[in-house]
């Protein structure tokens, strides 16, 4: 590979910190506001120019149920709670289902509120930024370069939380790593207009099976779809239907194809409505999202690896730090459609502490999808309101790991849960 050389440098430290959570989405953003309201000194580092990541940049608007199976147990409080009902104060969240009730969010209305969650802990936010390798001193994480609109610059911290989705940190610090041969494909979202008036206009129309039907020259290949109508709006609808199979989105290159397919996919979706159910006039085409929304790439190798007999079984951990209900939701990287597996035996389940520890970190943790999980109980706890959860845990812990004075992996599970009850998780 052909190569230039940089000539060494001289990096300067932005800011000393206690914490430094690297990814703003909403799990960066609750790892950050849990560790700074116990009293640390936060940074948190965000490529775009706001927070939430996939709730916001790539316009999934639907978290979902926060309650048991039977929609009777709440087993999911803490920030996640706390921000729905935020939203709620300025009806922008919608509340649908029956027991199991899920929520609908105006992710225009997540960025501010997250923005102000942000402030009010008094975390320092770098957004417009990109974080670019890990500094090691006498083999421990000391900081994160970063790269921004001043230049390249150093957050020092004392401890760390990995929430990329990716795994950046840890796979840039040389911790051990995996990405399976099969990951669930990106999807790009898209808000489009005026689906109602064309079921006025076409009896039976299903915008679900429309992008998928064969007879249409653009027709996406066989997957699957799903959305929801935009809280507040008039005739805009959230549309989640374009795969992009094979990518890997912890590639670069692969990333900006995978970037450019779904927006062809997302014009092909157009053109059938346009076409074929408008009389070739108007656009059905309101927003497209900042950034793709990815569901899988790389995973930190932790101290345990969550598995799909222990999810469907309802295991108990004794340093559960997150508890779900959502079922094992595989999209195939094939285009055969997703594969679904649902709670049988428990009317929850667990996520352990154990699953966020990278092997070989001192001072690091992960939290949301690059967690450590098999494929079926990572089909689960990929979504939000799970990853919502291990960001809290995690900026919980590293608190304690520092008020401590002790590795991330021997921290005291029972005062991490403890704290978490105080923060107002959900502690069963």
Known sequence: MDIIREAPRETPVVADVDVCVVGGSCTGVFAAVAAARLGAKVALIEANGFFGGVATASLVSVWHSTKDIKGEQQVIGGLTTEVVDRLAKRDAVRFAGTASQYFVLN?????????????????????????????????????????????????????????????????????????????????????????RAIGNQHKGFNVHSAIFDPKYPQALKKGFAWGSAVPGGNDEYMLAGTRMFGANCAD???????????????????????????????????????????????????LHTLTQDELLSGQRFPDAIGYGTYPVDIHSARGAGVTFRRLEKAPYYQIPYSSL??????NLLVAGRCLDADEGAFGAVRVMVNCNQTGQAAGVAAWLALDSARPVAEIDAAKLREALAKQGAIVL
């Open 107 to 195: 992710t225009e209305e997540l960025k501010i509120e997250l923005d102000l969650l942000v402030a009010e802990a008094k975390v320092r936010p770098f957004l417009h930024t990109l974080f670019v390798t890990p500094a090691a001193e006498n083999g421990r994480l000391a900081a994160a370069i970063i790269e921004d609109k001043t230049g390249r610059r150093a957050i020092r911290a004392k401890q760390f939380v990995d929430a990329t989705g990716d795994a950046d940190l840890v796979a840039r610090l040389g911790l051990p790593v995996y990405k399976r041969d099969d990951v669930q494909p990106p999807t790009t979202c898209v808000i489009l207009r005026g689906l």
């Open 252 to 302: 670069a290159d692969e990333l900006t194809q995978a970037e450019l397919e779904g927006r062809r996919q997302v014009r092909a979706i157009c053109d059938i409505l346009r076409e074929n159910f408008m009389g070739g006039k108007g656009n059905p085409l309101l927003t497209l999202p900042a950034k793709i929304g990815i569901r899988e790439t790389r995973h930190a190798r932790c």
């Open 357 to 362: 520890v990278p092997k070989g970190a001192t």
